[in-house]
């Protein structure tokens, strides 16, 4: 398994550059969010090995009225991917603002569950030709996001696999998927086929592995066990010491057998 860093969450009392830095400088990939606020020159300068970045800036997924605005803003921003060496993009579905669901829906609908199979279809259609992988996120609409439809991993999953295109994977956020949902090693066996990558954090707070509920140890466990050698990320903030908090991540990831 590879290991990455958001450099969104760790080092935040340090311009962008010089966190991206610290994080390549212990041995981790490093993943984005916005690359449009981002000075892109020097972020390859750096030498870091990216991960993922968002990969959309507008619509949603699952909206008939904004799927095309998904993406639209999607081959706007594959150049970017393309020049920091970025495979996979991340999806949602809901358009988010500062995190927050940009028009909160609080029901499901038919359509949306076709909408939605139907635009991974054509982001895929479109990472083929660039040679990027478009990863839909699941996330948690109990507390950090509520108001985004077919945002749960159990529904991820299934847009995912009825999209049905190599080019369309899962970001598995197992954050998330313990608020929602819970049943984490179960989640990761069921899913594995169609994951891209996973990201963790702990359970409460959205710190490092260590802070809180969640056996990541048993779940390196199972993920070695199932043959994943895949990337995990780490999408959680620095409980105290961002250095410590990479160690602890780290740590949480080697196995000792």
């Given at each position: ?25 212990a ?42 605005d ?28 500062d ?72 970001m ?14 179960g ?20 710190c ?35 250095d ?14």
């Open positions: 398994m590879r290991l990455a860093v958001c450099a969104e969450m760790v080092f935040t009392e340090l311009p962008f550059i010089e966190r991206v830095r610290r994080i390549h400088g041995g981790f990939d490093v993943e984005l969010w916005d690359s449009r606020t981002k000075d892109i020159p020097s972020l390859k300068a750096t030498g870091a090995v990216f991960s993922s970045m968002t990969g959309y800036s507008a619509g949603s997924v699952v909206d008939p009225a904004t799927a095309d998904v993406v639209r803003t999607a081959a706007e921003l594959i150049p970017t991917a393309v020049e920091l060496g970025i495979s996979r993009m991340v999806v949602h579905s809901a358009e988010l603002v995190g927050a669901a940009a028009r909160p829906v609080f029901r499901s609908t038919g359509r949306m569950w076709t909408t939605g199979v139907r635009t991974l279809q054509r982001l895929g259609d479109l990472g083929e030709k660039h040679g990027v992988t478009f990863c839909l996120e699941n996330l948690n609409t109990i507390l950090d996001h509520p108001g985004i439809p077919l945002a749960r991993a159990k529904d991820t999953l299934a847009l995912v696999e009825a999209a049905g295109h190599p080019n369309v994977k899962l598995l956020d197992l954050y998330h998927a313990q608020l929602g949902e819970g049943n984490l090693i989640l990761v066996q069921a899913a594995l086929p169609h994951i891209g990558e996973i990201q963790v954090a702990d359970v409460p707070g959205r490092e592995p260590g802070t809180g509920e969640i056996n990541y140890r048993a779940i390196a466990g199972a993920l070695a066990d199932a043959g994943y050698d895949g990337t995990v990320g780490m999408e959680a903030w620095a409980s105290n010491d961002s410590d908090a990479l160690a602890a991540f780290r740590d949480a990831f080697t196995l000792q057998r």
